[in-house]
């Protein structure tokens, strides 16, 4: 069945040089380029895959922006986790509906959208109040307000503990992950998972420094390289430039000592 857009519905304008813009609809707004501005309610009531027109005749592609275009258009005030590692982690994690997350560190909520959209129950620690308050905005713009009843987020330095029990997997995105390992090995529960998103190789040396004298094991250190292709009719190469690496992916269940 077709959507048609309303006001309030966050769209994709795309350009003839593929160039994307994230907008929120509203009625008699306008999304100004350097072609002339966009009028929105030529947009509103219209349906994903429509054109809109500038009044200096430029040509946009109308469609409904997917979790990974809304995470690299969103506000952010922390650096967010790439579409391309968004995806690993929910599998290194094997997250599943119903799911009990703690994750640390929630940034700008890149990952907690991931997560929350993948059916986990999310308990969230940030040590900064602006962090937090961004996440919490962006979950509920992209996933709307339901969604906050599964995203608990509160301003806590997971370093210095982790209150929840019975977790299920927890997930860190912070300098120094190595510190929140005994306290995963209190909260999991037997099986569970533990997943870190590490910038630096020194960093992930010292993680798995520390997960080799714990209870955890099975562990596993990868990075995800992302290049995309150019096919224009029999001219087939890969793109000069790539997404390459961003960071490194390390995670181990908990397995000893449950």
């Known amino acids: 069945m077709k959507r048609a857009f309303r006001e309030g519905d966050h769209v994709l304008l795309i350009d003839s040089k593929a160039r994307r813009y994230l907008v929120t609809l509203r009625a008699g707004g306008e999304f100004h380029t350097h072609a002339g501005p966009v009028r929105h309610d030529d947009v509103i009531g219209g349906s994903e895959g429509v054109s809109a027109r500038s009044t200096g005749g430029s040509r946009f592609?109308?469609?409904?922006?997917?979790?990974?275009d809304f995470v690299l258009k969103m506000p952010r005030g922390a650096q967010v986790i790439y579409p391309k590692d968004l995806g690993p982690i929910l599998i290194l994690a094997d997250v599943f509906p119903g799911a009990r997350v703690l994750e640390a560190g929630v940034g700008s909520g890149a990952l907690s959208m991931a997560l929350l959209r993948a059916g986990a129950e999310v308990i969230g620690h940030e040590i900064r109040p602006d962090f937090l308050n961004r996440a919490r905005r962006n979950v509920e713009t992209f996933l709307?307000?339901?969604?906050?009843?599964r995203y608990d987020v509160s301003e806590h330095d997971v370093y210095e503990g982790i209150e929840a029990r019975d977790l299920d997997r927890?997930?860190?995105?912070?300098p120094e992950p190595w510190r929140v390992v005994g306290h995963a090995e209190?909260?999991?529960?037997?099986g569970g998972i533990l997943v870190a998103y590490l910038p630096?190789?020194?960093?992930?040396?010292?993680?798995?420094?520390k997960l080799q004298g714990s209870a955890f094991g099975l562990a596993e250190t990868m990075e995800v390289l992302q290049r995309t292709w150019r096919v224009e009719g029999q001219s087939v190469r890969p793109?000069?430039?790539?997404?390459?690496?961003?960071g490194f992916l390390t995670h181990a269940r908990l397995v000893a000592g449950t």
């Open 61 to 68: 592609l109308v469609v409904r922006p997917t979790l990974a």
């Open 144 to 149: 709307g307000p339901d969604a906050l009843a």
């Open 170 to 174: 927890v997930v860190l995105d912070l």
């Open 186 to 190: 209190e909260s999991l529960r037997p």
């Open 200 to 209: 630096t190789i020194v960093q992930v040396i010292q993680l798995r420094e």
């Open 239 to 246: 793109d000069h430039r790539m997404v390459a690496h961003t």
